[in-house]
């Protein structure tokens, strides 16, 4: 029986194309008037899941419910979701008025109704005085909104979005990601999107499920996504991250004594640490690398470095510090002002970590 907590429930669904197992064992559950991001590499599974969401693939085994619906092996055209697909689908014979209608007018819905329908999605996607127009007539950004606009305009319970903005230009797609969230809140619906995009995963999702290989990594906020990485992979995959091999020394109090590879030895949180006391992985983040010219107070972790290399990025440098013991480290330091007496190649610095920062991670 379907969890009715959820809109979409997805019970150990698993999809193989031959001897290649494209999505295996997955169990996710999304709630409705959730945005909720498929995100991982080419290749991991993410689209195929949103392929048999929306009925364009079966599983091999498994479940799907969709408002409590049982749709596993349900034809697309009977499921109440829509989607955008990444290069539009825009019927390019038809303005962007008879676009946008073109769904009710399937559903045959009235023609007042339609009229009624189309005119409030159009406001809000701000397409206003474009109805006339052609796709070919639309910028790629314009193209988008009509794409979303004859998606939502149906009312499906479930949106589901492949990749859609990968086609726009950087300042484009920054700008559609902050109108598609704003869009998603008024519309109070639930989406469903599939990116490779880290960025655009962090910038729109209530939850984010972060896929490798056909398995389901880990699911959370982006905050939790971002700084509590269960695995490696995920600590890599979003964002940047140092993520060094450590050997168990001794348990002290609530922390483990461990050394890196290379090493050094630090203090770190004893929760996450394999039970055997087996090797495992720290992840620390760049910008949580503390950088000085002097001792770090407060710091539970502090020991000097040479920085190795220097790459100015604009309001962050990028330094690569190696420490005595030969452990290697990425930081990232702010430029407050253009006069800042920076760091430089060659210079030794004292670098610090607090225990808050250093996350226990599973190698696999």
Known sequence: MPDHEYMIDVRAVTKRFGDFTAV????LGVRAGEFITLLGPSGCGKTTLL????????????QIYIEGLDV??????????????????LFPHLSVRDNIAFGLRMQKVGGEETRRRVAEVVDLVALGGFEDRMPHQLSGGQRQRVALARAIVPRPAVLLLDEPLSALDAKLRHQMQVELKRLQKRLGMTFVFVTHDQEEALTMSDRIAVFNQGRLEQIGTAL???HQPRTAFVADFIGEANLLEAEWLAEEGVHTRVRLKGGLELRVPLAGWPSDGSSAMISVRPEKVC?????????????QAVITEEVFQGAIDHLTVRTDAGTVLTALVANESAIMDAFHEGERVWC??????LV????G
Do not use: K, W
């Open 24 to 27: 295996n064992d997955i169990t």
């Open 51 to 62: 392929r048999m969401l929306s009925g364009f693939e079966t599983p091999d085994c498994g």
């Open 72 to 89: 596993t092996r349900l034809a697309p055209y009977r499921r109440n979701v829509n989607q955008v697909f990444q290069s539009y689908a």
């Open 224 to 226: 939790e996504i971002y």
């Open 291 to 303: 950088i000085s010219r002097r001792p770090i107070e407060g710091a539970e972790n502090s020991f």
């Open 352 to 357: 610090g970590l607090h225990l808050d920062d």
């Open 360 to 363: 226990v991670v599973r190698a």
